[in-house]
């Protein structure tokens, strides 16, 4: 049998007490290990690029729901027919990846099933090709299906076209 144990409410007086004891303990200890100068915040902390790397790995696969602000709203109902005049009035972006080798990997039709496919969101795929910044050891490139002029981002992160 399981036994639950009720643990106390911590209140923000308490809060407000343990921050001040970590704070005085930082400043007369000023231990070497802690990075963080300010107790309770990780303000002024410079982390390098392999800590965004690290994080993205780590978030992938993962889904964030969010979370709905007035529940009492009625939806709309998006019939068939204006699902299709919104895809056809769309540009559609086509994601080639390649390796290192220049060797074409994946071509996707679209951004959203390459995010499906890698297990990322849609915004990390669009991220790629609006900063060129690129988390993996993949070549993207992007190209705009209404005539507009080729992507390409490297694993340097440098846009090359």
């Known amino acids: 049998m399981i036994e639950y144990i009720d643990l106390p409410v911590i209140t923000d007086k308490d809060k407000s007490i343990l ?9 007369k ?17 410079v982390r390098d690029k392999m800590f965004s790397v690290n994080v993205s790995k780590a978030k992938r696969g993962k889904l964030f729901v969010r979370s709905i602000r007035n529940v009492n709203t009625t939806h709309k109902v998006i019939t068939s027919e204006t699902r299709l005049k919104l895809s056809s009035s769309a540009e ?8 290192d080798s220049n060797n074409l990997l994946y071509k996707f039709p679209s951004m959203a099933s390459a995010a499906k496919h890698f297990g990322v969101s849609y915004k990390t795929i669009s991220r790629i090709l609006k900063t060129g910044i690129s988390y993996d050891n993949f070549v993207y490139k992007f190209e705009v299906i209404a005539g507009h002029p080729l992507t390409i981002v490297n694993k340097e992160n440098n846009y090359i076209l």
């Not at 921050?19 to 400043?27: A, D, G, I, S, V």
């Open 92 to 99: 559609g972006i086509i994601v080639k990846i390649y390796d």
């Open 29 to 45: 200890i000023n231990p070497s290990l802690n990075i963080c100068k300010t107790a309770g915040s990780p303000l002024g902390i």
């Open 19 to 27: 921050l001040e004891r970590e704070q005085y303990y930082l400043n």
